[in-house]
């Protein structure tokens, strides 16, 4: 089951400068940093630690890493629980959806909707 709107990204060049910016200008607190390699960060700010939806500070290098040829990368990512079998009722309602992935920092899959657009289904720690 979905229980939230979890992240929704932006694409930045330089996401340590855009971290101090949400914090330190804005007010918003850090409220995940994993690092995903060695440039590279999982960064999440929200106005305050109780904010079930935060922004992901994403790095648009890795992005276009990950697919040069995309037009753009899942910016909204859902957070749920039981990632398997909600991955397969999506899928036996004729959801296009792709495989669980398993990361160190979290298991996610991504889905697209009737139009194509692509979202990221990542399980709730």
């Known amino acids: 089951?979905?229980?939230?709107i979890a992240t929704v990204a932006i694409?930045?060049?330089?996401q340590e400068e855009a971290q101090e910016f949400w914090t330190k200008k804005v007010g918003f607190k850090t409220i995940r940093e994993d690092q995903m390699n060695p440039h590279q960060f999982w960064i999440e700010v929200a106005p305050s630690l109780e904010?079930?939806?935060r922004l992901l500070i994403y790095s648009r290098?890795?992005?276009?890493?990950d697919n040069p040829d995309a037009i753009c990368h899942p910016s909204i990512v859902f957070?749920?629980?039981q990632i398997d079998g909600l991955r397969q009722k999506l899928?036996?309602?004729?959801?296009?959806v792709g495989p669980v992935?398993?990361?160190?920092?979290?298991?996610f899959f991504e889905l697209q909707?009737?139009?194509g657009n692509s979202y990221l289904v990542r399980e709730q720690k």
Do not use: A, I, P
Not at 61 to 65: D, N
Not at 101 to 107: D, I, L, S
């Open 1 to 4: 089951m979905f229980t939230n």
């Open 11 to 14: 694409y930045v060049d330089r």
């Open 51 to 53: 904010s079930k939806t």
């Open 61 to 65: 290098e890795m992005m276009l890493e």
């Open 79 to 81: 957070d749920c629980e």
């Open 91 to 96: 899928k036996d309602n004729g959801v296009s």
């Open 101 to 107: 992935q398993n990361m160190h920092y979290g298991k």
């Open 113 to 115: 909707d009737n139009e």
